[in-house]
């Protein structure tokens, strides 16, 4: 836990820009048919910084949203490691939170990076994927021993 709490004070510094960077990407966000925004910015350990906005589709399921935008840039690009990310809305009186496969698509990267959920307001409520996840599926896993045949009784 002691190195999650420095984690999160070297970050605090960060966190202003991290959203404010997450709510400039949000005014690119392409969503004609929900008209619902979201901005994401996503820092990689050597501080560079990669934003991303939801970019919707007619045939629905093949939109894509802001957090998994700023990723796939990230990834991309050659990185795979990444301190946090914060996320932003047009909701007021509630923090943005990702989806599901959102949250599944971060912790492929990890569980202990920090995810800041915000508002237009500027403020945030600080998680990590871990939080956001709880018990969740990671590549490790596939690397844990498990049955090879299948009994044909159980």
């Known amino acids: 836990m ?3 709490n420095r984690r999160h004070e070297l970050l605090h510094g960060l966190t202003p820009g991290l959203i404010r960077q997450s709510l400039e990407a ?7 048919y929900s008209r619902f925004r979201v901005g994401a910015a996503l820092l990689a350990h050597d501080g560079k910084v990669f934003t991303g906005c939801n970019i919707e589709n007619a045939c ?3 939109g894509i949203c802001a957090e998994r935008t700023a990723i ?4 991309s690009e050659g990185y795979r490691d990444f301190k946090a990310i914060a996320i932003s809305s047009d909701l007021c009186e509630q923090f943005i939170s990702p ?5 599944q698509f971060m ?3 990890g569980g202990s990076w920090v995810v800041y959920l915000s508002k237009p307001d500027g403020s945030y409520v600080e998680m990590t994927v871990e939080e956001l996840l709880p018990e969740s599926f990671g590549p490790e896993d596939l690397k844990m021993k498990r049955v090879h045949a299948i009994p044909n009784e159980f």
Do not use: H
């Not at 949000?26 to 004609?32: G, L, N, Q, S, V």
């Not at 989806?99 to 949250?103: E, F, K, N, T």
């Open 2 to 4: 002691g190195d999650l």
């Open 26 to 32: 949000k005014e690119f966000a392409y969503c004609p």
């Open 60 to 62: 629905y399921n093949l």
């Open 72 to 75: 796939s840039k990230a990834v």
């Open 99 to 103: 989806c599901g496969g959102c949250r």
């Open 107 to 109: 912790r492929e990267f």
